[in-house]
């Protein structure tokens, strides 16, 4: 294993009653089962045995939030990194889960003209750019030790799409970025690899609500 690794990991549950789609609206916070999620995180990496060099979230509260106990577990100052924030969405605020989710509502269908784009928010292409902008200059500016950035599904998922060099246009129900994941990369001279996917959540999963992923 590499001496110097990029680690994009997932925030934890957010409390989110209404069930709506979240997005970058303020005050969404983690629920007290997400504070547990973000501390198996931090825990997950520090059993791993491995020096975490820096330190990047989301400035969205839920990140910010979710970094905290990595924070506390390594010594690190938490950098605000806006590359890797969620995604602007039109169905921001509105409910996201069951029947009366927007997306089933016959009045936002024309939303959906671009699936591919997508017309709905931000485009996946510049999701994608963002996110990789962010973690070449981190590891550009990282010597020695790990990096960790916690972000949000969303842009996780595009670095995980773009540099397995598949297309970008998925359904989301078939991410695999599951609450407080671990997705770590490597950059060998130019091009970044995929080497690892963590769960460290995992036995907090089965009631956790998780309807704000865009």
Known sequence: MSDK?????????????DLVLYGRIPGFRLSERGHRMAEAAALELAGSDRAIAKLYASPLER???????IAST?????????????????????VNSGPDAAFKQPRYWHKFWNPF???WGEPYRQV???????????????????????????????AHLDIAGKPLFH???????????????????????????????????DDAVDVGAV
């Open 74 to 94: 390594f010594g690190l100052e938490i950098v605000t990194e806006e590359g890797i924030i969620e995604p602007t969405n039109f169905f921001e605020g509105k």
């Open 63 to 69: 990140a910010q939030q979710s970094a905290r106990p």
């Open 5 to 17: 690794l990029l680690h994009l990991v997932r925030h934890g549950e957010v409390h989110n009653p």
């Open 117 to 119: 784009r997508p017309s």
């Open 128 to 158: 994608a750019a963002r996110v990789r902008q962010a973690m070449d200059d981190a590891w550009a500016s990282t010597r020695g030790g790990d990096i960790v950035m916690v972000s949000h599904q969303s842009p996780i998922w595009m």
């Open 171 to 205: 359904n989301p129900a078939s991410r695999r970025c599951e609450l407080s994941s671990i997705t770590s990369f490597e950059k060998r001279g130019e091009r970044w690899f995929e080497v690892d996917y963590r769960t460290p959540a995992a036995g907090l999963l």
